[in-house]
């Protein structure tokens, strides 16, 4: 059975830091290439930042790049964003996922980012 289970959201003032956790099973992932996406109200959901298997290739959405860094603990099925500089436009759901899961629709509740004053 797979899941996605998304953690460590939160409210937080502008230039505060969270980190978040994604715990998955039911997939193999340390041979999976991953993902967080954020989905703000009103908003289609975004990729943010993206981490091949091996973690020696990582990429970002501009509006993050220098803020936040995606990692990975391969022994332990976890995922990880740290966001630092948080803004009020950073305020959305955020979600792990894999291609894999992505294509055949699976999806976690994500957890909510909240960056106000």
């Known amino acids: 059975q797979v899941q996605l289970v998304e953690s460590g959201g939160g409210l937080v003032r502008p230039g505060g830091s969270l980190r978040l956790s994604c715990k998955v099973s039911?997939?193999?992932?340390?041979?999976?290439?991953m993902m967080w996406y954020r989905q703000a109200p009103g908003r289609e959901r975004e990729l943010v930042a993206d981490i091949i298997n091996t973690s020696r290739s990582t990429n970002y959405a501009d509006s993050v790049k220098g803020r936040f860094t995606i990692s990975r603990d391969n022994a332990k099925s976890t995922l990880y964003l740290q966001m630092n500089k948080l803004r009020p436009e950073d305020t959305a759901v955020y979600y792990c996922n894999s291609d894999w899961t992505v294509s055949h629709g699976y999806w976690g509740k994500g957890t909510q980012v909240i960056v106000s004053s």
């Open positions: 039911g997939f193999t992932f340390s041979a999976s290439d």
